[in-house]
């Protein structure tokens, strides 16, 4: 019986990237990925590993954890315990992230995570700021909406106080600052200022501090259904506000709430915790 040829090229590997897609292992540098999985092996709850429990949770034998351990180590990513045979991470890994978001404005920050939540529950994610009496919208993510003929751009401003947006935002003002922005007037705009008194925004605003978003169908007319949720800082002061919003055909306000709010409420965690890494950020349009 003939010997069987040996080949000359390695058997094709395919693995899967960050959307699930199959990557062809001839593109993929095996050991690169190996590396990555050893510093995603650390958390917060596992702040120092053993070799032993590196490569368990990063699915590598021990000889491989081991050189790849020492490589991180050389290379200023992990550091030795003293007192013991375990690892941490070092700083050098936060400054990666850091570098990444040091310059990005707002809208960057924002815009692959505003992305991420459109779609599936709903039309269209936005983010936008306090500019005045008025909600500046400073990134929105749409998909499907031009059937609805909303016209919300990057750059649009509404009124804070009867938009459902500033409410998820004006709620968690300090009363100072609450009082300052109650005495102005918002610009003229596309959109038609809806006389409300104090106390209907007060009431407004006390029931969105109680449940942490707002949720109401909008004023405009346009068959929309829209939630908000305030981006806080850590000592509870609003940076902006999302909203998302569907067509009010498409499912009730109950059904909205229960699909969406989870979403959108990580969504405005994540670019808090982006924002506070990055120190100030520009909120330019």
Do not use: C
């Given at each position: 019986?003939a010997?069987?040829?040996?080949?000359?090229?390695?058997?094709s590997?395919t693995?899967?990237g960050?959307?699930?897609?199959?990557?062809?292992g001839r593109?993929?540098?095996?050991?690169?990925?190996?590396?990555?999985r050893i510093?995603?092996?650390f958390s917060a709850?596992?702040?120092?590993?053993?070799l032993?429990?590196?490569?368990?949770?990063?699915?590598?034998d021990p000889g491989t954890?081991?050189?790849?351990l020492?490589?991180l180590v050389?290379?200023?990513?992990?550091?030795?315990?003293?007192?013991?045979?375990r690892?941490r991470l070092t700083?050098k890994?936060v400054?990666?992230?850091l570098?990444?978001?040091?310059?990005?404005?707002?809208?960057?920050?924002?815009?692959?995570?505003?992305?991420?939540?459109?779609g599936?529950v709903?039309?269209?994610?936005?983010l936008?700021v306090?500019d005045g009496a008025?909600?500046?919208?400073?990134?929105r993510?749409r998909a499907?909406?031009?059937?609805?003929?909303?016209?919300?751009?990057?750059?649009?401003?509404i009124?804070?106080?009867?938009?459902?947006?500033?409410?998820?935002f004006?709620?968690?003002?300090p009363k100072?600052?609450?009082?300052?922005?109650?005495?102005?007037?918002?610009?003229?705009?596309?959109?038609?200022?809806?006389?409300?008194?104090?106390?209907?925004i007060?009431?407004?605003?006390?029931?969105?501090?109680e449940h942490g978003?707002?949720?109401?169908?909008s004023?405009?007319g346009?068959?929309?259904?829209?939630?908000a949720?305030p981006?806080l800082?850590?000592?509870?002061y609003?940076?902006?506000?999302i909203?998302?919003?569907v067509?009010?055909?498409?499912?009730?306000?109950?059904?909205f709430?229960?699909?969406a709010l989870?979403?959108?409420?990580?969504?405005?965690?994540?670019?808090?915790?982006?924002?506070?890494?990055?120190?100030?950020?520009?909120?330019a349009v």
């Amino acid at each position: 019986m003939a010997a069987r040829k040996p080949s000359s090229a390695r058997a094709s590997v395919t693995s899967r990237g960050p959307a699930g897609e199959r990557e062809d292992g001839r593109n993929v540098v095996n050991s690169l990925a190996k590396g990555l999985r050893i510093l995603e092996a650390f958390s917060a709850e596992r702040p120092e590993l053993t070799l032993s429990e590196v490569a368990s949770l990063a699915e590598l034998d021990p000889g491989t954890a081991f050189r790849m351990l020492n490589t991180l180590v050389m290379l200023g990513y992990l550091s030795r315990i003293p007192e013991g045979k375990r690892f941490r991470l070092t700083l050098k890994v936060v400054d990666l992230g850091l570098h990444a978001i040091a310059r990005a404005d707002l809208r960057e920050i924002a815009r692959p995570i505003l992305r991420s939540i459109v779609g599936e529950v709903n039309e269209a994610a936005s983010l936008g700021v306090l500019d005045g009496a008025d909600m500046l919208y400073v990134e929105r993510v749409r998909a499907g909406l031009t059937r609805i003929g909303v016209d919300i751009r990057i750059g649009t401003t509404i009124p804070a106080f009867w938009s459902t947006i500033g409410e998820a935002f004006l709620a968690y003002l300090p009363k100072t600052e609450f009082e300052r922005v109650l005495a102005m007037k918002p610009r003229p705009g596309a959109f038609p200022h809806k006389p409300m008194n104090r106390a209907e925004i007060e009431a407004r605003l006390a029931n969105v501090r109680e449940h942490g978003y707002a949720l109401r169908d909008s004023y405009f007319g346009s068959g929309l259904r829209v939630l908000a949720v305030p981006v806080l800082d850590v000592d509870n002061y609003p940076l902006a506000a999302i909203s998302v919003a569907v067509p009010q055909m498409q499912m009730s306000q109950e059904d909205f709430r229960k699909r969406a709010l989870a979403a959108v409420r990580r969504a405005a965690a994540d670019i808090a915790k982006a924002v506070q890494a990055s120190g100030t950020v520009s909120a330019a349009v």
